[in-house]
Each structure stands twice: as structure tokens, then as C-alpha cells.
């Protein structure tokens, strides 16, 4: 009479199982937890990525409305400082010294800020564009 082995492979399996259950291995969770980590991550540089190819097919086009918004902003925020900044300075200084003041505010910083740096950023994404000649023309 002898010992069937394949009960007894099947047996440590189930004690296996059970003692993974009570006494789970830390490490192997600390594996699964990265392994579900790097997935989250893989996903996000995935969408980044397909974010970043359609600014450049953007910014490669040659359409006027494709590609024409990033100058527009610019120009916009660029004459809207430009006037804040030295325009009304300079017709206050001009009016005042007609005797005819001019009531017109400077506009808002926290308006203002923000859209300038925004566009500082864009530069150095336009001008990135230019460097690796994806640039529309």
C-alpha cells in the first residue's frame, strides 16, 4: 500500500491558501499595490500623451482658427497689459495736466495675472514648438 501524493499536493495547496488568508504575505500586497499604482499611472501618461499629440497636430496646422488662437490671446493680453500698464498712465498723466481727468480704473491684477502668466507659459510651449519645428508657419 502507498501514499497517493497527488492528495497530498492538493492538501498543502488548501493549507497554503488558508495560511495566506490569516497571515497574508506583506510583500506580495505591497506588489499588488504597485502593480495597481503603476496601472493608474500607465493611464494617466497615456491620456497626457494623446493630449500632447493632438496640441501638436494643433499647433502644426496651418488653419488660421486651428492654430490662430494662441497669437490672438497673445496679442490680446499683450495690448491689454500694454494699456494698464503704460496707456492709462499715460493719458491719466496727459488728462490731468489738461485739467480734464480721466476716470477710468486700471484693471483688475487678479484678472490680469493670471492670463499673463498663462500666456508666459504658452510662449515657452510656442516657443518648444518652433524648437522641435512643429510650428505652424
Known amino acids: 500500500m502507498g501514499i497517493d501524493i497527488t492528495g497530498i499536493g492538493s492538501i498543502a495547496d488548501l ?12 510583500t506580495q ?15 494617466q501618461i497615456a491620456a497626457q500623451q494623446s493630449q500632447i499629440d493632438t496640441n501638436k ?10 492654430s490662430g ?9 499683450g495690448s491689454a497689459c500694454a494699456w494698464n500698464w ?6 491719466n498723466f496727459i488728462t490731468a495736466i489738461l485739467h480734464r481727468p480721466l476716470a477710468m480704473a486700471p484693471a483688475d491684477l487678479t484678472q ?3 492670463l499673463l502668466l498663462g500666456m508666459l507659459g504658452m510662449g515657452a510651449i510656442r516657443m518648444t514648438e518652433k524648437l ?3 510650428a505652424a508657419k
Open 15 to 26: 493549507a497554503s491558501s488558508v495560511i495566506g488568508k490569516i497571515w497574508p504575505d506583506k
Open 29 to 43: 500586497a505591497e506588489k499588488d499595490q504597485m502593480a495597481q499604482a503603476m496601472v493608474i499611472i500607465q493611464g
Open 57 to 66: 497636430v494643433e499647433a502644426a496646422s496651418t488653419n488660421l482658427f486651428v
Open 69 to 77: 488662437w494662441r497669437p490672438f490671446v497673445g496679442w490680446v493680453c
Open 86 to 91: 503704460v496707456g492709462l498712465p499715460l493719458a
Open 112 to 114: 490680469m495675472l493670471p
Open 132 to 134: 522641435n519645428g512643429v
